[in-house]
């Protein structure tokens, strides 16, 4: 299967600063989807990103499927974007194949 | 109306007993999923089932045994609970096996003892 990298590990952010997410995938991907789990264990889906660039309100991805990447973006973090953010990746029979995430933790 | 719904939400039992947790999504959606996160946050799926076929089956000890009654519910047997299966346990579905934008349930935090 394929590898999926996330960096950085952990970060930690006073509340107003920006931020970038990075995963990186041993092979190129069919769909790419970033995922935050809240403190509470929550998951919920934040894009699905297979190409291009999305927006949704502070946060961003981007995906250069031909260079193997994608990135997410947090611009003006605030605390309820702690948790941890996974980025998930599947290639041919669809399997996702997780990261095993970036703990953010923002300060108030 | 939660999309995903798992029940219980935590279980904590005794090694060697049997256990279910059950899965129902209300979305219309082809596919579920199976996913077991450890206590390092690793989320690794576990089964996939496309309008109740078994579709993907990961390595996973034949103790856990998925059943889908109808492509609306997905649920998790595992018989002669271990150690090593405490972890949280999260059902997922999406619209199609290829159009797999993943909708989690709240998941099932399960502890043997």
């Known amino acids: 299967g394929i590898q999926v990298e996330q960096s950085p590990p952990d970060l930690i952010l006073q509340e107003g600063a920006n931020s970038t997410l990075r995963c990186n995938f041993s092979d190129s991907v069919n769909n790419l989807q970033w995922f935050h789990q809240n403190p509470w264990g929550q998951l919920i889906n934040l894009f699905y990103?297979?190409?291009g660039t999305k927006q949704n309100g502070r946060l961003s991805a981007t995906t250069v499927a031909t260079e193997r990447y994608s990135l997410l973006y947090i611009s003006s973090s605030q605390t309820t974007d702690s948790g941890v953010y996974f980025c998930a990746g599947a290639v041919g029979s669809y399997i996702p194949t997780f990261g095993r995430g970036t703990s953010l933790i923002v300060h108030p | 109306d939660t999309a995903v719904s798992q029940t219980p939400k935590y279980l904590v039992t005794q090694m060697g007993n049997d256990k279910s947790i059950k899965c129902e999504q209300n979305?219309?959606?082809?596919?579920m999923y199976w996913y077991k996160q450890d206590s390092k946050k690793f989320l690794k799926i576990m089964f996939s089932y496309n309008n109740k076929e078994l579709i993907i089956n990961e390595t996973v000890p034949n103790r856990f045994s998925p059943k889908s009654p109808d492509k609306a519910h997905l649920n998790l047997h595992i018989n002669s609970l271990e150690l090593g299966d405490s972890a949280v346990y999260f059902c997922?579905?999406?619209?199609?096996?290829?159009?797999?934008?993943?909708?989690f349930g709240a998941g099932t935090r399960l502890s043997v003892l």
């Open positions: 979305l219309g959606h082809d596919t």
């Open positions: 990103i297979p190409s």
């Open positions: 997922a579905s999406s619209f199609t096996l290829a159009k797999n934008i993943q909708y």
